[in-house]
């Protein structure tokens, strides 16, 4: 059974930082594209961070970019997004995905507020 489960979301100050994680288990792990999305209330899912599943390279958002940051662990089976330096605009439920020919996963989305 695949599975992908977000966690570390919570509510923060602007300014303050969250660490994400998303804990992946029935499938191949490191033959998988990982990727973070976000989406705000009213507004589309947009693409935050994705990562190659060797984990060489990284693709940021222009909004994200120099304050988060992704990585990931295939030993571990998980992915991780550090996100620093927050925005009320940063606001959003945080999705990972998992992504390959013939295989696209979601997790169900940990919700990240940002507010003083």
């Known amino acids: 059974q695949v599975q992908l489960v977000e966690s570390g979301g919570g509510l923060v100050q602007p300014g303050g930082s969250l660490r994400l994680s998303c804990a992946a288990s029935g499938f191949t792990f490191n033959s998988y594209v990982m990727s973070w999305y976000r989406q705000a209330p009213g507004k589309e899912r947009e693409l935050v961070a994705t990562?190659?599943?060797?984990?060489?390279?990284?693709n940021y958002a222009d909004s994200v970019k120099g304050r988060f940051t992704m990585s990931r662990d295939n030993a571990k089976n998980t992915v991780y997004l550090q996100m620093n330096s927050l925005k009320p605009e940063d606001t959003a439920v945080y999705y990972c995905?998992?992504?390959?020919?013939?295989?696209?996963?979601w997790g169900q989305g940990t919700q990240v507020t940002v507010s003083s």
């Open positions: 990562m190659s599943s060797a984990g060489i390279s990284t």
């Open positions: 995905r998992a992504n390959r020919f013939r295989g696209d996963y």
